[in-house]
């Protein structure tokens, strides 16, 4: 039945390709869906090449099974072959009764409104909620990693290990041959490689990562891997016991105990110590284990021409793994630069959001994927709010542009603060600007005018209605107090006309300087 495979084989090559083409035709916009939509055109071109390798099998026919196939039907009776195969049909489906039948036309149809995709992939189990469905890194477990490793004295923290974790310089050689280092650097490694693959489905990624393996190794024979060159050290504090500045002035570094000090006194009395001395009796110990390791010479007779042959150490085999797996994460973090950068931004917008604010995120984000597994959304009319609901989760104000202002400056000018204003009516105000703004607005000015209050200058900042009213009766009776008090004043009137109160008067009469 050789001939039949070949046939269901280009029929199903067929269909996929359609499919394909299908699929590039349109260009969702949620990123879920998009990647949903490379994922299955890369699982599409898998089978496509996986098919195209048994049709090529078949094509060579290194068994002469297709030619003894096509001498079989084209020679001989034609019918009692047909019955023979006949028999084979009826047969299997007498031995497989209930046998589901595939339906070719519909296995690679697009989703259509409401209805679950014959293929599925499972895009949402592929992504943490850190990631977002691959556009944020998700580096906490290497972050903890990281700061727990032996040797390590600085521990920063995760916005800065976003910023950092691609270097390697300044962590001391002999701490990098541990296990530990060797679990944490492979890790970090496999989760970026990892990440790419989710992220980018349908790029030639085995061939990017050839490249890195090939210029590493390229790197790797001429010595020009920075930091594992033969015979170099770290320049860190590991490297010698020299006098060096760092943090509030200059030390002294004890390589041995991996302590600093302030001053060469203490220094050459902390050098008579037994701790010191100990410490550096494990250190040589320890340089002289690693110098064999790097340095033996296994001598080795060839019986022809008498040379002997050199057997690398297992501590530079050792060596090149670690440094292997380094250089893939400074690659893989260079090629996927813009996603780190994505992550520095998204990390520092949600130190700066409070637990209410992040609730509310979450809360937009479960409704999101609700509606979505219910099958709402998918009018035309609907598209637009649900648009703008995953752009906008937090509700943020638009811009000129139709699109929400960054959170920074909605943050920067405190639009989430609410200010509740009773004279209009409990009327809530977000944010100061409009708070201020709003006295001199006519809503303001008409819920004071049904108070009776006229001057609306001096109730700026009054908001209660008890209040404004307390406020307006005290600023009529003191202008009741001083009509009543300049009412009382005796005026007096000099011979050129001037008119001054009496005491006032009689003050410039005693002094000479008026005539009565």
């Known amino acids: 039945m050789l001939l039949e495979d070949l046939r269901l084989i280009h029929e199903d090559n067929e269909r996929l390709e359609q499919a394909i083409a299908d699929r590039l035709l349109d260009e969702p916009k949620a990123i879920r869906d998009r990647l ?13 090449y996986t098919q195209s390798t048994r049709a090529k099998q078949i094509y060579q026919d290194s068994t002469k099974e297709r030619l003894q196939e096509i001498a079989t039907i084209s020679t001989g009776d034609a019918f009692a072959e047909f019955n023979t195969r006949l028999n084979d049909v009826k047969s299997f489906h007498r031995k497989y009764p209930n046998g589901p039948v595939e339906n070719l036309e519909r296995a690679y149809k697009r989703r259509a409104v409401g209805e679950d995709a014959p293929v599925s992939v499972e895009v949402d189990n592929m992504f943490t909620g850190e990631e977002a469905y691959g556009r944020y890194f998700d580096l906490q477990a290497s972050h903890e990693k990281f700061i727990n490793l032996p040797g390590m004295k600085r521990r920063p923290n995760y916005l800065q290990y976003l ?23 492979a890790g970090l490694a496999g989760y970026l490689e990892g990440f790419m693959k989710r992220i980018k489905p ?28 033969i015979g170099s050290e770290n320049e860190t504090k590991s490297s010698s016991n020299v006098p060096m500045t760092e943090g509030n002035g200059d030390g002294i570094w004890c390589k041995d105990c991996e302590k600093e000090f302030k001053n060469d006194s203490v220094y050459k009395a902390h050098l008579t110590g037994k701790k010191h001395i100990r410490a550096a009796e494990i250190r040589k110990n320890r340089e002289e284990e690693s110098r064999k390791d790097t340095e033996g ?19 530079r085999v050792k060596e090149k793994a670690i440094a292997e797996k380094e250089y893939r994460v400074k690659k893989l973090a260079a090629a996927m630069s813009t996603e780190r950068a994505d992550t520095k931004v998204n990390v520092e917008r949600k130190q700066g959001m409070t637990e209410k604010e992040r609730a509310q995120e979450l809360e937009a984000l479960y409704s999101e994927e609700i509606a979505r597994a219910a099958g709402q959304g998918g009018a035309d009319a609907d598209e637009d709010d649900d648009d703008q609901k995953k752009s906008n ?18 943050k920067l000018h405190g ?55 307390a406020l307006w ?13 300049s009412d009382n004043v005796v005026q007096m009137e000099d011979m050129q006309g001037n008119v001054m109160p009496e005491k006032v008067y009689k003050d410039l009469l005693a002094a000479g300087m008026i005539y009565s």
């Open 297 to 315: 010479e296994n001598n080795i007779s060839n019986g022809i021409n008498g040379t002997t042959m050199k057997k690398p150490g297992l501590q």
């Open 163 to 185: 910023d950092t974790f691609d270097t390697f310089e300044g962590y001391p050689r002999p701490e990098k041959m541990k296990e530990q280092y060797f679990h944490y650097v």
């Open 202 to 229: 349908l790029e030639n990624l085995e061939r990017i990562f050839m490249s890195f393996t090939s210029e590493f190794d390229d790197a790797w024979g001429k010595g020009q891997v920075a930091g594992w060159k």
């Open 473 to 485: 009766n005290k600023v009529q009776g003191d202008k009741k107090t001083e009509a009543s008090q």
């Open 36 to 48: 949903e939509r490379d994922h299955q055109i890369a699982t599409f071109l898998d089978r496509i």
């Open 415 to 469: 639009l989430g603060v609410e200010f509740t204003c009773e004279i209009c009516g409990n009327y809530v105000y977000m944010g100061r600007r409009a708070f201020d703004k709003h006295f001199s607005e006519a809503r303001h000015l008409y819920g004071l005018k049904c108070l009776g209050i006229i001057n609306s200058t001096m109730f700026r900042e009054i908001t209660g209605i008890e209040e404004a009213k």
């Open 393 to 410: 989760p937090l509700h943020l104000p638009l811009a000129w542009d139709g699109k929400p202002i960054p959170f920074w400056l909605y």
